[in-house]
């Protein structure tokens, strides 16, 4: 399990990234889209919007900055369709947090498997 901070712009971190940059801009509809089957069963948009706003709710207005920070190819709960492990960035003068979301190859499409919001 190694933790890579010089990560590579793929497939998987763009998924991550228009993630992030959809629910920064309010777009929890597409946002949502991005979710596996299954996580969108289980997160219906409303949840994930809360979720999203309870994690920047002590700071103000957009970010400022949204990118990849880390990534890994391997970790302790990684499931046999998993592609990537993504950490996100979300901040600006007023809040420092991050989206740490799991990349997985659902059929045809990459698709977001979990969601963890909040620094650790």
């Known amino acids: 399990m190694t933790l890579n901070t010089t990560p590579q712009a793929t497939p998987n971190t763009a998924v991550a990234l228009e993630f992030a940059r959809a629910m920064a801009a309010g777009d929890v509809g597409r946002a949502h889209g ?69 990349v997985t190859r659902e059929a045809s499409r990459l698709a977001i498997r979990s969601v963890e919001w909040g620094r650790p």
Do not use: F, R
């Not at 979720?51 to 302790?76: L, N």
């Open 34 to 102: 991005l979710l596996s089957s299954g996580l969108q069963a289980a997160l219906p948009p409303g949840q994930l919007s809360a979720d999203y706003e309870a994690m920047i709710s002590y700071g103000e207005g957009a970010p400022a900055v949204i990118e990849v920070v880390g990534t890994m190819d391997a970790w302790p709960d990684k499931e046999s369709a998993d592609q990537q492990w993504v950490y996100v960035s979300i901040a600006n003068d007023t809040y420092l947090e991050a989206v740490t979301v799991v």
